[in-house]
């Protein structure tokens, strides 16, 4: 396992206002910009997107993903069900991609659902996790600690405001399966 980046995202970030929730305008946009950091010029990119969700900013990231690769969007509440604390099978994808759902699961769960994730990327690839914070155990799963530097976003110094989110930060957890 090489982790390429774990860090907190920062107002300094890109955004992307194709997308209107106050964390999704720098997570989707981040997750893009490393798959074509990683993958360009790469010959259709298999991508597993494991909390797709079904309507706004899910949706738009979907069909974004849908330009880049052969994708299978999945979510625990369907409509293509995949809880990710159960197995999936093997190394099937060069993307795994889960944002912003790790950290609902209780910490036990957190490291299988972590376990299962990267169990699906193919040697080469790369998982991909965003995840609010406070609520992860992320550095211990990956023994490895999350760089903190510059302004954090949060709901109140977002592009898109939004103050019942203004205790929370939000971390890029980009790995290499070796």
């Given at each position: 396992m090489?982790?390429?980046?774990f860090?907190?995202?920062?107002?300094?970030?890109?955004?992307d206002?194709?997308?209107?929730?106050?964390s999704?305008i720098?997570?989707?946009?981040?997750?893009?910009?490393?798959?074509?950091?990683?993958?360009?010029?790469?010959?259709?990119?298999?991508?597993?997107?494991?909390?797709?969700?079904?309507?706004?900013?899910?949706?738009?990231?979907?069909?974004?993903l849908?330009e880049?690769?052969?994708?299978?969007?999945?979510?625990?509440?369907?409509?293509?069900?995949?809880?990710i604390t159960?197995?999936?099978?093997?190394?099937?994808?060069?993307?795994?991609?889960?944002?912003?759902?790790?950290e609902?699961?209780?910490i036990?769960?957190q490291?299988?659902?972590?376990?299962?994730?990267?169990?699906?990327?193919?040697?080469?690839?790369?998982?991909?996790?965003?995840?609010?914070?406070?609520?992860?155990?992320l550095e211990?799963?990956?023994?490895?600690?999350?760089?903190?530097?510059?302004v954090?976003?949060?709901?109140?110094?977002?592009?898109?405001?939004?103050?019942?989110y203004?205790?929370?930060n939000?971390?890029?957890?980009c790995?290499?399966?070796?």
């Amino acid at each position: 396992m090489e982790v390429k980046q774990f860090r907190y995202i920062t107002v300094e970030d890109s955004v992307d206002t194709d997308f209107v929730n106050w964390s999704r305008i720098y997570e989707y946009p981040l997750v893009l910009k490393t798959i074509h950091k990683y993958f360009k010029g790469f010959p259709t990119p298999t991508i597993h997107n494991t909390a797709w969700g079904w309507e706004g900013d899910h949706v738009t990231f979907r069909d974004k993903l849908n330009e880049i690769g052969v994708c299978t969007h999945t979510d625990v509440r369907g409509p293509v069900y995949y809880n990710i604390t159960e197995p999936w099978g093997g190394e099937l994808f060069d993307i795994v991609i889960n944002i912003s759902t790790l950290e609902e699961l209780s910490i036990e769960k957190q490291e299988v659902a972590f376990k299962n994730l990267y169990k699906q990327v193919k040697r080469g690839g790369l998982l991909l996790i965003t995840a609010d914070m406070p609520g992860l155990n992320l550095e211990k799963i990956v023994d490895k600690h999350c760089l903190k530097e510059g302004v954090l976003i949060n709901g109140n110094n977002s592009v898109i405001k939004n103050s019942e989110y203004g205790h929370l930060n939000v971390i890029f957890l980009c790995i290499r399966k070796v």
